[in-house]
T-cell receptor
Framework: AQKITQTQPGMFVQEKEAVTLDCTYD???????LFWYKQPSSGEMIFLIYQGSYDQQNATEGRYSLNFQKARKSANLVISASQLGDSAMYFC??????????????FGTGTRLQVTL | GAVVSQHPSWVICKSGTSVKIECRSL??????MFWYRQFPKQSLMLMATSNEGSKATYEQGVEKDKFLINHASLTLSTLTVTSAHPEDSSFYICSAEEGQGYRNEQFFGPGTRLTVL
């Protein structure tokens, strides 16, 4: 079974500052993928960044970077230079090794980020 | 990224009626589609996984006779909430995946907000 834990129900950050959203995971799969999604108040799920368990380098996508520490089973999302439009709910998710059936995403409980002036 | 549409974006219905929600992959063939349910301020809960041409696989606790899923083609899956009741009011989101594997990204639809009076 897979489990994602996001311990920060809410976070505040000032505009232009960096913020780290925590995510820890647990899985018995030898290979897995970690995803971060952003959900604004409109409800759509916006893909932000992906990290594979065997990727040598931490993933980066523009202002988003993933601090992947495999031994600690953590995959924290770092948002640099926060913008007001970053205010949203953020979900960490994972899926395990493909076993020939559809690989399901397991979501964390989410962190609500509020960017202030 | 690939585009997934959902229709309708919101629906209000009377208790006891049935509601159909469509999920379409617009520019790719979806090997697998997923249906999620999200209550306010909560995470996404997977309801079922559907593959084209076969019966959906429901998660534990999800009533298959109440939430009918049809995946008739590689670009269309439908969720029918039968005999809807107020407790079925929720945000329903579909996602679609091309191919399988832990590296594969799921593309999400914009969601459907269902209100049962």
């Amino acid at each position: 079974a897979q489990k994602i834990t996001q311990t920060q129900p809410g976070m505040f950050v000032q505009e232009k500052e960096a913020v780290t959203l925590d995510c820890t995971y647990d899985t018995s799969d030898p290979s897995y993928g970690l995803f971060w999604y952003k959900q604004p108040s409109s409800g759509e799920m916006i893909f932000l960044i992906y990290q594979g368990s065997y990727d040598q380098q931490n993933a980066t996508e523009g202002r988003y970077s993933l601090n992947f520490q495999k031994a600690r089973k953590s995959a924290n999302l770092v948002i640099s230079a926060s913008q007001l439009g970053d205010s949203a709910m953020y979900f960490c998710a994972m899926k395990g090794l493909n076993t020939g059936t559809a690989s399901k995403l397991t979501f964390g409980t989410g962190t609500r980020l509020q960017v202030t002036l | 990224g690939a585009v997934v549409s959902q229709h309708p974006s919101w629906v209000i219905c009377k208790s006891g009626t049935s509601v159909k929600i469509e999920c379409r992959s617009l520019d790719f063939q979806a090997t697998t589609m997923f249906w999620y349910r999200q209550f306010p301020k909560q995470s996404l809960m997977l309801m079922a996984t559907s593959n084209e041409g076969s019966k959906a696989t429901y998660e534990q606790g999800v009533e298959k006779d109440k939430f009918l899923i049809n995946h008739a083609s590689l670009t269309l899956s439908t969720l029918t909430v039968t005999s809807a009741h107020p407790e079925d009011s929720s945000f329903y989101i579909c996602s679609a995946e091309e191919g399988q594997g832990y590296r594969n990204e799921q593309f999400f639809g914009p969601g459907t907000r269902l209100t049962v009076l």
